[in-house]
C-alpha cells in the first residue's frame, strides 16, 4: 500500500510537468501575435467586414498557415545565427539595398505607430472624454519610459491582459444573428473581385497580417533569448540543441499566429453581422473609434465604447514597442550598433536614440490631424506593399549555407513561404494594375 502512495506523485508529475513544459515554450511567438492584432489590424479588419461582409472571411482561413511559415522561418533564422534579419542581409546584399530596405520599413513603422497612438487616444476619448491630443502624448510618453527603464518582457506580462477584451468579438458572434451557413462557406471558398477597392483592402488586411515589423521583431527576440539565457546560444555554436529549440519555435510561432488569426477572423465576423448587414456602405462610416466600436454594441451595449477603448489601449501599448523596437534593432544592425531591449539605456544609446525618435515621430504625427481609422487601414496598405521585396530575400538568405550552414530550411516551410511571398506579389501587382487602369480610364 505504501509503495502504491509512493508511486502516485511520480504518475501524477508527468501531467503537470507536461502542461508546464508546453505553457514554458511560449515566448516570441505569442508576442507576436498579440501585437499583430493592433488598433491598425482592428481597423483594417473592421474596415474589410463593413465593406465587404464575409467576402474577406476567407482570407484569415488561408493566410493563417503563410503568417505562420514566415514567422517560423524569421525565428528559426535568429535562433540559428544569433543575428537579426538586417544583420543577416548585409552579409548577403550590398549595404545600398539592406538600408533601402531598412528605411522604408522605418517609414512605415513610424506612420503605423503615429496611426496606432491616433486610435488609441480617441478610443480612450471616446470612454472618457477630455482630449485627444493629450491623451496621444501620454501614450506615447508613458511607452517611452517603459521601453528605456523597464525590460519589455516584465510589462508585457500586465499588458497582454488587456488584449482578452478582443474575445468581446467572438463572444459578440454568438450572440447577433449571424448565417452560419454562409459565413462558412465564404470562409472556404475564397471570394475574388479585381476592384481596386477590394484589392486595396485584401492587400490592406494581408498587410496587416504579414507585416515587415514582424519579421524583424521576432528575429530579434529569438536573438535577445539567446543573449540573456547563460545555457543557450546560436544553433551554430551548439547544434545539439537544434531539435528541441526548432520544436519550441514551431509551437510558439503556430499558437501565436493561430491567436491573431482567430482575433481577425471574428472581428470581421461581427463588423460583418452587425454594421455591414444593417447597412451595406457602412464602410464609409467607419471614420472614428465610435464607429468600429459598434460593432460591440449587441454584447456590451453603453459598455460598447469601454471595451472598445480597453482592447485598442492594450494592443496599442503591446505594439508600440514592437513597431519602435524593430525598427531600432534594423537601424542599429545595419550600422553594428548595440541592440537590445534587455540592455541598459547608457549602454544602448543609440538603440534607444533610434526608439525615442521613432515613438516621438510617431506622437507629432497624431497632433497634424491625422485621421485614425483611414490611417491605420492605408498603413496596412503600406506594410502590404513593402513586405513583398523583404519576403523575396528572407527565402533567399534562410537557404543559404553561409547563412544558415547545414540547417536547411525544411520543405513544407519553404514551400509554404515562397507561396505567401507570390501571394502578396499577386495581391500587389493586381491593385496596382487595377488602380492604374481605373486612373487612366477616369
Not at 516570441?28 to 479588419?45: C, E
Not at 501565436?256 to 444593417?278: C, D, E, Q, V
Request: hydrophobic share 55%; charged share 10%.
Amino acid at each position: 500500500m505504501s509503495d502504491l502512495t509512493a508511486a502516485k506523485p511520480i504518475l501524477d508529475e508527468p501531467k503537470s510537468s507536461h502542461v508546464e513544459k508546453l505553457l514554458a515554450q511560449l515566448g516570441p511567438g505569442l508576442v507576436t501575435g498579440a501585437a499583430d492584432d493592433d488598433p491598425s489590424g482592428i481597423a483594417t479588419y473592421s474596415q474589410a467586414g463593413a465593406q465587404f461582409g464575409f467576402a474577406m472571411l476567407w482570407i484569415m482561413l488561408f493566410s493563417f498557415p503563410l503568417m505562420a511559415a514566415i514567422q517560423e522561418i524569421c525565428a528559426r533564422l535568429g535562433r540559428i545565427t544569433g543575428l537579426g534579419v538586417a544583420a543577416n542581409l548585409a552579409k548577403c546584399y550590398p549595404k545600398i539595398v539592406v538600408r533601402s530596405l531598412v528605411l522604408l520599413l522605418c517609414l512605415a513603422n513610424i506612420f503605423n505607430l503615429g496611426a496606432d497612438v491616433s486610435a488609441m487616444a480617441a478610443a480612450i476619448q471616446l470612454a472618457a472624454g477630455g482630449t485627444a491630443a493629450a491623451y496621444a502624448l501620454i501614450f506615447g510618453a508613458v511607452s517611452l519610459l517603459l521601453q528605456i527603464y523597464v525590460p519589455y518582457r516584465k510589462y508585457v506580462h500586465y499588458l497582454k491582459w488587456l488584449t482578452w477584451s478582443l474575445f468581446a468579438y467572438v463572444i459578440t458572434a454568438f450572440v447577433v444573428h449571424i448565417p452560419w451557413a454562409h459565413a462558412l462557406k465564404a470562409t472556404v471558398i475564397p471570394s475574388i473581385s479585381s476592384k481596386p477597392d477590394y484589392l486595396m483592402a485584401l492587400i490592406a488586411v494581408l498587410g496587416t497580417t504579414i507585416s515587415p515589423y514582424l519579421f524583424f521583431w521576432q528575429t530579434s527576440q529569438e536573438v535577445e533569448e539567446v543573449k540573456v539565457n547563460a545555457h543557450e546560444s546560436s544553433l551554430k555554436k551548439k547544434p545539439f540543441q537544434a531539435f528541441e529549440q526548432f520544436r519550441r519555435i514551431a509551437f510558439d510561432t503556430r499558437v501565436g499566429m493561430a491567436f491573431s488569426n482567430i482575433i481577425a477572423f471574428f472581428i470581421i465576423l461581427t463588423t460583418a453581422a452587425t454594421l455591414h448587414s444593417a447597412d451595406p456602405g457602412a464602410a464609409s462610416h467607419i471614420r472614428t473609434a465610435a464607429d468600429a466600436a459598434k460593432a460591440l454594441q449587441p454584447l456590451a451595449g453603453h459598455f460598447a465604447f469601454l471595451l472598445f477603448a480597453l482592447g485598442i489601449a492594450g494592443t496599442g501599448m503591446l505594439a508600440i514597442p514592437v513597431l519602435a523596437g524593430s525598427a531600432a534593432y534594423a537601424v542599429s544592425e545595419t550600422f553594428g550598433w548595440r541592440a537590445s531591449l534587455e540592455s541598459k539605456p547608457n549602454r544602448a544609446r543609440k538603440f534607444y536614440t533610434v526608439i525615442a525618435v521613432a515613438t516621438l515621430l510617431g506622437v507629432g504625427l497624431t497632433l497634424i490631424g491625422l485621421d485614425p481609422i483611414h490611417a491605420l487601414f492605408l498603413s496596412a496598405l503600406v506594410n502590404g506593399l513593402v513586405a513583398v521585396p523583404l519576403m523575396v530575400l528572407l527565402m533567399m538568405i534562410s537557404v543559404k549555407p553561409a547563412i544558415v550552414g547545414k540547417f536547411h530550411l525544411p520543405l513544407y516551410l519553404r514551400i509554404v513561404g515562397w507561396l505567401a511571398t507570390a501571394l502578396m506579389f499577386a495581391a500587389s501587382l493586381g491593385f496596382l494594375i487595377s488602380a492604374g487602369y481605373q486612373a487612366l480610364h477616369r
